[in-house]
């Protein structure tokens, strides 16, 4: 799981580098010929990209280096945490629903895929089988109780 993100997350940084170090010179030095710095908008623009495009790959270098330091032997083999795949029963709407805890970066709530992060990610933590939790969503509260768990070290054996 974290490899992919790794992949994904470096396709990126090299995707803004090489946009960085070859587009945005161009398109500055372009714009900076169009003549009055001071009232020339497309030059303004360049430069405003040009520092988003560096911010967002400082954060992607930070990401990548943060995931570097994820020890698989820190997340629990018998409860919840990351990469676990949670069916839970919400009494509150009165149906099973399956979650997958993933990064904030993977989440994807269409296919059941939840942040660590998220409420009901934060909620779900370190619970085991049979253990009921309380969840203050936007949508109201919600009470969940886990009816099963595959975590991440289950899925790696399997």
């Known amino acids: 799981m974290t490899d ?13 580098e090489r ?9 500055i030095k372009r714009a900076a010929a169009l003549g009055d710095l001071s009232e020339n908008a497309e030059y303004h623009m360049a430069k405003q990209r040009q520092e988003f495009v ?12 943060d995931l570097s330091l994820t020890n698989m032997n ?13 069916r839970v029963y919400d009494s509150t709407k009165n149906e099973e629903t399956e979650y997958k805890l993933v990064t904030s ?9 939840i ?25 109201g509260k919600r009470e969940l ?9 289950d899925e790696a054996q399997a």
Request: aromatic share 0%; charged share 30%; proline share 4%.
């Open 19 to 27: 946009e960085l170090v070859h587009e945005l010179p161009k398109e």
């Open 145 to 153: 109780e886990i009816l099963s768990l595959t975590t991440i070290h």
């Open 4 to 16: 992919q993100l790794r992949k994904k997350l470096q396709e990126e940084i090299d995707t803004l």
């Open 74 to 86: 820190n997340i629990p083999r018998d409860k919840v945490g990351l990469g676990s795949t949670v």
């Open 105 to 113: 970066e993977e989440s994807d709530v269409a296919q059941g895929k």
């Open 54 to 65: 560096k911010a967002r790959v400082r954060q992607l270098g930070k990401r990548l280096a």
């Open 115 to 139: 942040s660590t992060t998220s409420p009901i990610g934060r909620a779900l933590l370190n619970k085991k089988v049979g253990d009921e939790t309380t969840v203050i969503t936007p949508s």
